[in-house]
């Protein structure tokens, strides 16, 4: 018989409830959008009377939830970077140098003398001149190798050493590289989220993608190439000992040195030794100040251990000149005068304020550790954003009067039921995104119209089959019930396979589509609930106050 | 008075020619796929990289002095159309402008995208950039490798999933009708070479559980008229099948198309083609699942012996209540 539990009314209806409650932050969404803001920046302690006034304006005892809207709405900026993480295995190895030089130095009477030889960027290539010496070169070089930890393999270590000939040959391993990848990835999130922050702009979304890529999406930011600025400089800060200075810039820097030119005074370079003393990753602070000339400066400090390599490096050189090298330029190249032991100091070219400000923050947040490639980017302006809404909203409307005139038009009573579950069922969506802090996006509305045509598909199998079942005259409470029986499976076996489809656009898509892909999917999970569960209730409560004797469906 | 868009009680035969239709059918995926292998589609930057870059102007876009303007950056291959839409605003003049990828450079430059734009406002002083997507030929790649893996991976769950609740005589004829809605649908683009990117992809698979959905309410009736009426010919149960549900058939295809018109006319040119071949989904997907899907089951035919007796008692949604 048509009947339906007590308990599972109430919780059809407290179901329903609670979706259009979610739901409802929506309806207010610019009123609630501020208040959010307000609360945010309350809690950093914004406790201002505008933000007070704007926090008021929503009760706290609302929900406010809101559906976040897509860049492609809202405006903003899109990059996909990739990290080069093989850029971090040259300075790797690069590090490496002097440490397997200081090792292999007592060992001189067995193996002859060392040189470092030219070799690819991630491989350390030093010749002895007693080959006969190898085996303890290479015993002496494996003793430098440090045990990692991996998942897999256990008791690998970070370097491989091999001999060919005359020549010693350091790599990285293989575990040590992934590991390394692992890291410099990790380390470019964090780095780039910090740039974003410091600029402050409202969700920005930094997310790892694959194993080497950085997705980065910032709403009303105005263009891509202006993100890039933020997070594009590297700020790769190193102190380097100075070989010579020369006005040629084709001059051989030597083995194990490099040329780089002066930031400030054109036509000077320096040859430099590669392998820094500290770098500006043992930096803990940088701050704008001036110099003892007024000039703008920036003051920085160095981590114990930074602290302490300055401190031995300035003891032992005292006299000679040492580089400050910022993305391949130096700064400045000031002459050790004392040595510096506390692990600070100053940094003074010519600034202005604001560049010294800028480089203040670029030293704080930390360089990134490789270089990122720019692969995919994309800049909407918020017009664009602001007139596909206008479009979308005036759509959906429309659609959806259609469907609900169309609807009662063809079944009447049984229409308006459908009518109202499928308004219940927009509210249903609305309040899953806000829950699940889903993101709207152009064919995400599009989805949520698909939605509206669809969603009255269960309800439109039901009303059929009940229309056939009437004809073979049962009672009305029969009919219905064997209605909605029969048209069970056909509704499940539907909407399940659109929703395999579902599963893998969101799985296989990204950015829009995948905005498509929950809608859809959100989209059949409440429509299936209305259509078996809110329609057939409303039946059914009809159905007991008026007690029919003939139903026209 | 009751709308009916199907009088009650139909009976076409749906079967009479069923070897015409399914030689219609392969006709138009041979021409479809003709098409596509001669004029090829006209892929967005998404697929192939590139620079797109939408412009607003309160003058007349003129194609001529634009690409006279961007001509001598010497990028390659630009194309530049104009955009008209009835939601536009009178002094709103739109262009799209793409730009082909740059040969050997992976990543997108920030130099060649503000040359264009200073190029354009040298002769357009109030043109404004609305939007500039940009995209790597190595990203590109990986969408096409993606898109693909996810329209077959799409067909083959589903071809699982119906053999699993079916037969495999079912699961073949839903595969196919799939098969020749996602070609047809190809076809026209190619045909009329609408812009084929990423959101075409999610519309294609969208097609995809259209059709289903629509296949699957046909074979699910004819799955219960098999037990049903035990002794009629196969034809005749299928014929009965889609007869029954053909009222559905048609109330969901017009209440889909409602919304999706409803789109297509009011919902902005950013989104036209997409809709497109969801509009062109639903109205081959609902021809697809009575003209292939079950012709196609009409000729690898069904196993007759269900021994079974009802048809929702080994069904295992039949005690489901609420």
Redesign the interface.
Known sequence: MLQIDLWKRITILLTCLAGLWLAMPNAFYTTVERHNDAVQAIELGATTAENEAQRAEWPEWLPSGLVNLGLDLRGGAHLLAEVKVEDVYASRMDAYWPEIRDALRPERPTIGTIRLQPSPSDEVHVRISQPEGMPRALEVVRGLARPIQTLTGVGANDIEVRAEGDLLIVTLSEAEKLASDERTVQQSLEIIRRRIDEVGTREPTIQRQGTDRILIQVPGIGSAAELKEIIGTTAQLTFNPVVSRGSDENANPGIGNKLVPSLDEPGAFYTIEAAPVVTGEELVDAQPAFDQNGRPAVNFRFNTSGARKFGDYTAENIGSPFAIVLDDEVVSAPTIQSHIPGGSGIITGRFTVEESTNLAILLRAGALPAGLEFLEERTIGPELGQDSIDAGKIATIVAFVAVLVFMFLSYGLFGVFANVALIINIGLIFGLLSMIGGTLTLPGIAGIVLTVGMAVDANVLVFERIREELKSAKGPARAIELGYEKALSAILDANITTFITAVILFAMGSGPVRGFAITLGLGILTSVFTAIFVTRLMIVIWFERKRPKKIEV | M????VKQNTNFDFFKRWKLWLGISGLMMVVAFASFMIQGLNFGIDFRGGTTI?T?SAQPVDIGVYRDAIAVLELGDVSITEVFDP?FEDDQNVAMIRIQAQDGQ???T?DI??AVEAALQSVRPDI?????????P??SGELIQ??V??VV??IG??LI??WL?FEWQFAAGAVLALVHDVILTIGVFSELQIRFD??I??AL??I???S???T??VF??VR?NLRKYKKKPLAEVLNISIN??L??TF??S???????I??F????D??RG??FA?IWGVIVGTYSSIFVASAALLYLGVKRDWSKPD??AG?Q??N?D?
Request: charged share 15%; glycine share 4%; proline share 0%.
């Open positions: 009751r709308l009916r868009l939408r607003e939601t992976e990543a997108v920030v995208i503000s404004q950039f609305i939007s500039v997507e940009s995209v790597g190595k990203v993606t898109a893996i996810a991976l799409a769950a589903v999933y119906i609740r990423l959101a992809i999610a698979l969208t995809v559980g259209y289903l959905n629509d699957v309410v699910d009736r219960e029954e549900t009222s559905r109330m969901t017009v209440t889909t198309l409602l919304a999706l409803a789109l006319v009011l919902g902005g950013v989104i997409f809709v969801m048809a929702n069904n949604y039949a489901i609420a």
